[in-house]
C-alpha cells in the first residue's frame, strides 16, 4: 500500500490541483493507495477545500513550531502505507511519477528513497537562482530533492522522520543522517512536479531572503536541538561575517566623520563599486543582494531570539477532521 501525504500551511489557492494531481498519480498505480491532507493550522480555507474531497484523509495539527517536518512525520505517523511519498501543497504532482517510482523500488531494492525531478512554474531570475532543485539530478544522491520523493517506511522510522526544529533545509539535514546510515537516495528521470514559489517580484525575493535568516538564527540559537551541527557551523558563519561587516563599517564611518579620508577618496569609491555592479552579471548582484541581506537579518532575528527566548513545547497535537 502506498501513502501519499500533502502538507500544507495557508496553501488554499494551489492545494485543489494539487490534490488532483496527486488523485491522477495514483490511480496509475498498480497498487492500494490512500491519501493524507497534513494542515498545519492553517489561516485560510485550505481545510475546507481539502475536507471537499471525499477521497482524502484531513488531519489538523497544531505544532508550537510551524515547519515541513512536523507535517511530515505527524502524516507518516497516520499512515498505513509501505512506501511514503511526501508532496508540499505547493506542487503539483506529474501524473506519470508514482507508476515510474514504483517501477525504481523494485528494480533497486537496495533503494531507501527515490526521488524525481521538479520543475519551477514561475521562469524568471529570481526562481533561477533560488531554484536549484530545477538542475537535473539522476543516479545515487547525497540527499533529496526539495518538496518530496517516495520513501520505504520502514527507513523512514529508522532515521526517526524529519527534524522538526529546522524551517528550511529539512531534506538537506535527512541526506545528512542517511549518508551516516548508508541508506541510499535514487534520483530518477521522472518529473516529481511543478512547484510554485510565487517569487515574482524584488519584495517576495527579499521576503524569502527574511525566511532563510530567521531559520538560520534559530539553527544558531537552539544548537542543542539540532540533528545534525552542520546547519549551526552555517549559521554561525553567518553570524560572523555580520560582526564583522559591522566593525568594518563603524570604522568607515568614523574615518569620515573625522574627516580622515577627503570627501574625493570616497566618491571614487562608491563610483568604483558602482561600476563593478555594473559589470557584475545579473545573477552576481543577486548574490551579493541575498548575502547582505540574509546576514543582516539573521544577526536581527538572533538578537531578537537571545532576548524573547521562551522554553518551548514541540510536541505535536493531531486532530482528526470529519
Known amino acids: 500500500m502506498w501513502s501519499v501525504i500533502i502538507i500544507g500551511l495557508n496553501q488554499s489557492k494551489s492545494l485543489g490541483n494539487c490534490i488532483e494531481s496527486v488523485q491522477k ?5 498498480g497498487s492500494k493507495y490512500e491519501i493524507i491532507y497534513i494542515d498545519s493550522d492553517s489561516d485560510d480555507n485550505s481545510l475546507e477545500i481539502a475536507l471537499s474531497y471525499k477521497d ?14 512536523a507535517g511530515r512525520n505527524a502524516g507518516a505517523n497516520v499512515s498505513q502505507g509501505e512506501n511514503l511519498c511526501f508532496i508540499d501543497a505547493d506542487i503539483e504532482m506529474d501524473e506519470n511519477f508514482l507508476l515510474t517510482a514504483e517501477k525504481a ?6 533503494a531507501d ?3 524525481g525531478q ?5 521562469k524568471n531570475r529570481y526562481t533561477e537562482y533560488f531554484a536549484a532543485w530545477t ?12 518538496g518530496g520523493g517516495v520513501i520505504r517506511k520502514k527507513s523512514f522510522e529508522k532515521l526517526r522522520g524529519y527534524d522538526t526544529n529546522l524551517i528550511r533545509g529539512q531534506e538537506t539535514e535527512l541526506g545528512f ?10 534520483g530518477i528521470n521522472e518529473l516529481f512536479g511543478v512547484h510554485d514559489s510565487g517569487v515574482d517580484t524584488l519584495k517576495k525575493f527579499i521576503r524569502r531572503i527574511k525566511g532563510m535568516a530567521y531559520s538560520y538564527a534559530i539553527n544558531f540559537i537552539e544548537k542543542e536541538k539540532a540533528l545534525n551541527y552542520k546547519f549551526y557551523e552555517m549559521a554561525k558563519r553567518n553570524f560572523n561575517y555580520s560582526i564583522l561587516a559591522i566593525i568594518i563599517f563603524m570604522s568607515f564611518l568614523s574615518l569620515f566623520v573625522f574627516n580622515i579620508i577627503p570627501d574625493s577618496l570616497l566618491i571614487i569609491a562608491l563610483l568604483g563599486f558602482i561600476f563593478l555592479f555594473i559589470l557584475s552579471s545579473l545573477r552576481k548582484l543577486l548574490f551579493i543582494f541575498e548575502k547582505l541581506f540574509l546576514i543582516w537579518y539573521q544577526s536581527f532575528y538572533v538578537l531578537k531570539l537571545i532576548f524573547h527566548k521562551k522554553n518551548k513545547n514541540h510536541s505535536i497535537n493531531i486532530y482528526t477532521i470529519y
Open 118 to 122: 521538479l520543475e519551477e512554474r514561475l
Open 113 to 115: 528513497m527515490v526521488c
Open 105 to 110: 523500488l523494485k528494480e533497486h531494492p537496495e
Open 25 to 29: 498519480a495514483c490511480g496509475k498505480l
Open 56 to 69: 482524502v484523509k484531513v488531519y489538523l495539527i497544531k505544532p508550537v513550531r510551524r515547519t515541513a517536518g
Open 135 to 146: 538542475k537535473r539530478k539522476i543516479g545515487w544522491l547525497d540527499a533529496p530533492v526539495g
Open 177 to 186: 543522517r542517511m549518508n551516516n546510515l548508508n541508506m541510499k537516495i535514487l
